[in-house]
């Protein structure tokens, strides 16, 4: 098919085509259901779009984007207290205040956009560029200006395609991996892979487990969600605030929003000490795979019961014997992951500045928006 497609870009998911749903089978991150989370409960420095790809009248393929106001930001991450720390947030607040990204900042892997079959992958994505185009200019109507345009998250192996689309000239950038878990057939139980450990990391499973004693971790359903969405927002503005790095924070109706649209393929599990909730962390269950979400905990007592450490293993735990392939853990403490048995996958990604001058060292500004983070990649298995 060499036709050109036609682009339709949508504010409200009540604008949707009536066939949106079918092209998000085999992603629950571009169905209409989590669209309308985006559209109830997104970060308030976020506007999110999305995009109708149609031959002639037919639907053939769909995608998001998000628009970033970064000036309305309270923090971009408190951890580290340094001189670049505080360029960085100079050269935010300046030149790059305005993000338009084509895909979903909120989550790591590829969710951006779905073509059907029928389309050339090469002309599928020279459309997705021309929708950022027409995405721009509809943001000069409203009256903002955007001054970087980012793709992202992409395997290596898509990488050809996105430079004979048109994107040679954009900065190919590669963030932080995505640290992936892959759950063999043979796995049943949770004991199957406490036994595939290696003594090392066996002694520090058991060790992790003693040190949560006490700890009752309890399923929330919406109810007890909003009965603690102050405990909740807390525990989490706590681990987003002092993470390195931030380009947005949650509402605090997220969580709920979340519950009430995604019902029982969102799980929220809170973790408690003494009747007092002192942790939570969310997973969602996206086909076959099981995507990680956001977590929040009280630091001092996280520390002292590998409060933490326990979530992975309980996530790993429910997935195996649920019947998982995949648990996608996302970017952001690679150690920790790396221990428990999950494996880096490097992500790219394009990037271009509406400024020429500042596109020409845009790789010097990138080292300012995305901190190199050292770490050693650990093999728990035998």
């Given amino acids: 098919m060499n036709r050109k497609l036609t682009i339709e870009i949508y504010s409200s998911t009540n604008e949707l085509p009536k066939n949106w749903n079918a092209f998000a089978v085999e992603n629950i991150f571009l169905s209409k259901e989590y669209l309308e989370i985006l559209e109830e409960s997104a970060p308030n420095n976020m506007s999110c779009h999305f995009i109708g790809f149609f031959d002639e009248k037919e639907l053939v393929g769909i995608a998001l984007s998000q628009f970033l106001d970064l000036n309305k930001l309270e923090s971009f991450g408190e951890r580290d207290k340094c001189i670049k720390t505080s360029v960085r947030n100079i050269i935010f607040k300046n030149f790059c205040s305005h993000v338009l990204i084509i895909g979903n900042n909120m989550l790591t892997g590829q969710n951006a956009y779905f073509f059907s079959e029928k389309i050339d992958e090469i002309q599928a994505l020279k459309a997705l560029k021309t929708a950022s185009e027409q995405l721009k200019a509809l943001f000069i109507k409203k009256g903002f200006k955007v001054h970087v345009t980012t793709f992202k998250d992409f395997p290596k192996e898509e990488i050809t395609n996105f430079q004979l689309a048109g994107f040679h ?11 992936l878990f892959e759950i063999p057939n043979h796995w049943k139980t949770e004991q199957d892979y406490i036994d595939a450990l290696s003594k090392k990391y066996r002694d520090q499973y058991k060790r992790a487990r003693k040190k949560s004693e006490g700890i009752v971790k309890r399923k929330m359903h919406l109810e ?52 007092k909730l002192i942790g939570f962390n969310t997973i969602i269950k996206n086909g076959e795979v099981m995507d990680t979400y956001f977590l929040g905990y009280d630091d001092t007592i996280q520390r002292e019961k590998m409060l933490y450490l326990n979530m992975l293993y309980d996530m790993i735990a429910y997935s195996i014997n649920k019947g998982f ?42 080292c300012y928006l995305d901190p190199e983070v050292v770490w050693q990649e650990r093999n728990p298995f035998k």
């Avoid at 000239?169 to 640290?179: A, D, E, L």
């Fill in 224 to 275: 007890d969600i909003i009965k603690y969405e102050e405990t909740i927002y807390n525990l989490y503005h706590h681990v987003a605030k002092n993470a390195h790095f931030n380009t947005f924070f949650l509402p605090k109706n997220h969580f709920r929003t979340f519950k009430e649209l995604l019902k029982d393929k969102f799980l929220f599990y809170g973790y408690f000490l003494d009747e």
């Fill in 169 to 179: 000239n954009s900065y190919q950038f590669s963030t932080q991996p995505n640290m």
């Fill in 325 to 366: 392939k995949e648990i996608i853990f996302a970017r952001t403490a690679l150690e920790i992951k790396s221990s428990v048995g999950a494996k880096p996958q490097e992500m790219f990604g394009f990037m271009k500045h509406n400024n020429s001058i500042i596109d020409l060292a845009i790789d010097k500004v990138f």
